[in-house]
């Protein structure tokens, strides 16, 4: 027993022991990439099912992420995929960010100062 531990039994500071592959499963671990460094910005792919959901996308265009977004389950309600749809253009427009409609399901948004190209090229 180290001089440390004698000093944590003392204070009633023991440290139990940990369990590694318990800690990595953990919530707090989740959004951690131990491989590599941390990026100024992320692609996320999130789905949504309500409005209530807008918030999120918004608030993850603020932190300069980039959002590949599944319309899914919003394609069953086509009023609440408009408003939907609706709300994040005028929120991109607002803050000079983009979207794009990659096909019936799907949508990608960027974050300010990051543009799509939606013309095809010829070949």
Same mark, same amino acid.
């Given at each position: 027993?180290?001089?440390?531990?004698?000093?944590?039994?003392?204070?009633?500071?023991q440290?139990?022991?940990?369990?590694?592959?318990?800690?990595?499963?953990?919530?707090?671990?989740?959004?951690?990439?131990?491989?590599?460094?941390?990026?100024?910005?992320?692609?996320?792919? !999130?789905?949504?099912?309500?409005?209530?959901?807008? =918030?999120?996308?918004? +608030?993850?265009?603020?932190?300069?992420?980039?959002? %590949? &977004?599944?319309?899914?389950e919003?394609?069953?309600?086509?009023?609440?995929?408009?408003?939907? !749809?609706?709300?994040?253009?005028?929120?991109?427009? =607002?803050?000079?960010? +983009?979207?794009?409609?990659?096909?019936?399901?799907? %949508? &990608?948004?960027?974050?300010?100062?990051?543009k799509?190209?939606?013309?095809?090229?010829?070949?």
């Amino acid at each position: 027993m180290g001089v440390f531990d004698k000093l944590g039994q003392a204070f009633g500071t023991q440290q139990k022991e940990m369990n590694i592959e318990e800690y990595m499963n953990s919530a707090e671990m989740e959004d951690v990439d131990v491989l590599h460094e941390p990026a100024d910005m992320y692609v996320k792919p !999130v789905s949504i099912n309500s409005e209530d959901e807008v =918030k999120f996308i918004t +608030d993850e265009l603020d932190k300069k992420n980039i959002i %590949l &977004l599944s319309i899914d389950e919003l394609s069953k309600r086509p009023t609440t995929r408009n408003n939907v !749809v609706a709300a994040l253009k005028a929120y991109v427009a =607002k803050t000079n960010g +983009d979207i794009a409609m990659i096909d019936d399901s799907r %949508l &990608l948004l960027t974050p300010a100062k990051v543009k799509i190209i939606k013309r095809k090229r010829s070949k």
